[in-house]
C-alpha cells in the first residue's frame, strides 16, 4: 500500500537527493510506462483547456513526481538493472509543458515495486478529483484485479514445494471485502468494478478513453459482459456496435444481478427524492438523519 504525498506515501518514500542539478539531469531522462500512464483518468477537453491556460499563464506550479527505479522493477522480462525516472503523478502537466517548453518542479520518489506504484497512483486519483463513477469504478476495478493476481502469484509460490496436509490455515480478508471497506462502497461493487476494468481494457485505445472522459456514454452492464467472453484480444474493439455484436445484443442486456441492483438504485434514489420533498416543506433534524442514511445506502451501490 503506498502513502499518500506529502505525509501518507505509504512504501514510497522521498528520497533526500534533491539537488537542482540533479534535477535538471533527470527532468531529460523521465520515462512514461504505458501501464501507469493509463491509469490517469482522462481529461475532459475543457478541463485540459483549462489546465493548460493556467500553466501558460502561472507556469507549472505542483511539482511532477518521479520514481527512481531500475529496468527490471517495471519489466520483469528483462535483468537490466539500469536507473531510470519514471513518472508517476503529473502526466498532463508533464505533456503540456513538453509541448509549450515550460520549465517544471519535480519530486523524486521510491516505491518497492511496480505493484506499490500502481496502488499509490490509483488511491492518488480516486482521493484527489471529483471523478465520474466510470472512472472510479474502473480505478477501483484494476486496483482489485492488480491484489486478485499478487494474491494468487504469492500463494503459489509459499506453498510450493511443501507437503503439509494438516497445516492450519490462516483465514485472510477477503480482497474484495478489503478494499470494499477502503473505498466505503459494497463488497459486490468491488466485484463489478472488477468486470468493468476488464471490459474496458478489451476497447481500443480511443473508445477507451472516450468512455472513461464521459465523451461516450456505455452501458455500464455490457461493458461488464465484454469480461466474460472468450477470444477478444485487448484493445480490439473500437465501437459500441461491436460491443453490441459480440454480446448478441439488440438493446444492451442487464445480467440478473444487474438488474437487481438497478431496482435497488431506482428505489433509493426515489426514496432521497421523496426525503428532499419533505425537507423542502419542513425541515427538521430526523428527515436530515435519513436523508445521510439513504445517501449512504445509494453510494454503496455506486
Known amino acids: 500500500m503506498a502513502k499518500k504525498y506529502m505525509g501518507s506515501l505509504g512504501t514510497a518514500t522521498i528520497i533526500k537527493d534533491q539537488s537542482l542539478l540533479n534535477h535538471e539531469a533527470i527532468k531529460q531522462q523521465i520515462y512514461i510506462v504505458d ?4 491509469l490517469i483518468p482522462p481529461l475532459q477537453e475543457e ?11 502561472e507556469g507549472c506550479r505542483e511539482a511532477l513526481m518521479v520514481w527512481e527505479t531500475t529496468k527490471n522493477i517495471i519489466d520483469n522480462t528483462t535483468s537490466d538493472n539500469a536507473t531510470v525516472y519514471v513518472l508517476v503523478d503529473g502526466h498532463n502537466r508533464y505533456g503540456i509543458c513538453q509541448k509549450h517548453q515550460i520549465n517544471f518542479k519535480i519530486h523524486l520518489i521510491s516505491f518497492d515495486s511496480l505493484k506499490d506504484a500502481k496502488e499509490y497512483m490509483i488511491d492518488n486519483q480516486l482521493g484527489r478529483r471529483n471523478l465520474i463513477p466510470e472512472q472510479a469504478s474502473y480505478l477501483r476495478g484494476i486496483r482489485y484485479n492488480t491484489e486478485k493476481l499478487e494474491k494468487g502469484k504469492y500463494s503459489r509460490e509459499e506453498h510450493k514445494g511443501q507437503n503439509v496436509p494438516y497445516a492450519p490455515e490462516v483465514k485472510k480478508e477477503a480482497t474484495s471485502l478489503k478494499l470494499a471497506k ?6 459486490k461493487t468491488i466485484k463489478r468494478d472488477a468486470e468493468f476494468a476488464e471490459g474496458i481494457d478489451l ?19 455490457s461493458i461488464q459482459q465484454l469480461a466474460k467472453l472468450d477470444n477478444v484480444n485487448q484493445k480490439s474493439i473500437a465501437s459500441l456496435e461491436e460491443v453490441s455484436n459480440l454480446l448478441g445484443e439488440q438493446g444492451q442486456v442487464d445480467s440478473p444481478s444487474n438488474s437487481d441492483d438497478i431496482d435497488e438504485l431506482t428505489i433509493i434514489k426515489k426514496k432521497i427524492q421523496g426525503i428532499v420533498d419533505k425537507l423542502s416543506i419542513n425541515p427538521n433534524p430526523t428527515l436530515c438523519d435519513e436523508l445521510i442514511k439513504a445517501s449512504e445506502a445509494l453510494k454503496k451501490l455506486l
Not at 48 to 54: G, H
Not at 182 to 187: H, K, T
Open 35 to 38: 501501464e501507469l500512464r493509463d
Open 47 to 57: 478541463e485540459y483547456s483549462q489546465l493548460e491556460k493556467n500553466i501558460l499563464a
Open 203 to 221: 476497447l481500443a485505445p480511443s473508445l477507451k478513453k472516450d468512455i472513461l472522459s464521459g465523451k461516450v456514454k456505455a452501458k455500464k452492464s
Open 182 to 187: 477502503q473505498y466505503n462502497v459494497s463488497e
